[in-house]
């Protein structure tokens, strides 16, 4: 159903892959948006290793929101910052392609759960982020991406 990735010596290992989502705090959320346009939207995220999901917040409506109940199929793209290697003019980036299903987190007490995490990566004393995410949590809506493919490419731009 996924396609192979066709430069496969520039393949992450899975370590490299999770290294990226933990790392990183934000990337591009791509969804089915209205009239059969697509719609990417940058966002930030927590990936959670035990769940092996993507977990996001944001306001409990618009676009966003109305295209993930149209259709949970989505996909996110992370890359890393770019850096030079010693001697090299070309410079190397780090990226990640997830494709999923979203699903949408309404309860009260998860939303303030993965916001709270979310915003842990985030330099915010952790009594701010408590206050902020109960002040907002009423319209607030988390949600998830459970992960179906994933790979990661080490791209050289020369």
């Known amino acids: 159903m996924f396609r192979e990735m066709r430069r ?11 290294e990226v989502l933990k790392n990183e705090t934000r990337g591009v959320l791509s969804v089915q948006g209205d009239d059969g346009y697509p719609y990417g939207v940058p966002i930030n995220h927590y990936y ?9 917040h944001g306001a409990n409506f618009g676009h966003r929101v109305d295209a ?6 989505v996909s996110y793209c992370v890359f890393g910052q770019d850096y ?4 090299d003019w070309a410079k190397y980036v780090k990226s990640v392609i997830i494709f999923g299903k979203a ?5 009260i007490d998860e939303v303030i759960k993965w916001s709270v995490k979310l915003c842990s990566k985030f330099p915010c004393t952790e009594e701010y982020v408590r206050t902020e995410v109960e002040k907002d949590a009423g319209r607030t809506l988390c949600f998830s991406i459970t992960i179906e493919d994933i790979n990661g490419k080490l791209v050289h731009e020369a």
């Open 8 to 18: 496969r010596p520039q393949a992450l290992s899975k370590e490299e892959i999770i």
């Open 48 to 56: 959670d290793e035990e769940t092996n999901k993507l977990y996001f």
């Open 68 to 73: 993930i109940k149209r259709d949970p199929k």
């Open 84 to 87: 030079q290697k010693e001697g």
């Open 103 to 107: 699903e949408l987190i309404e309860d």
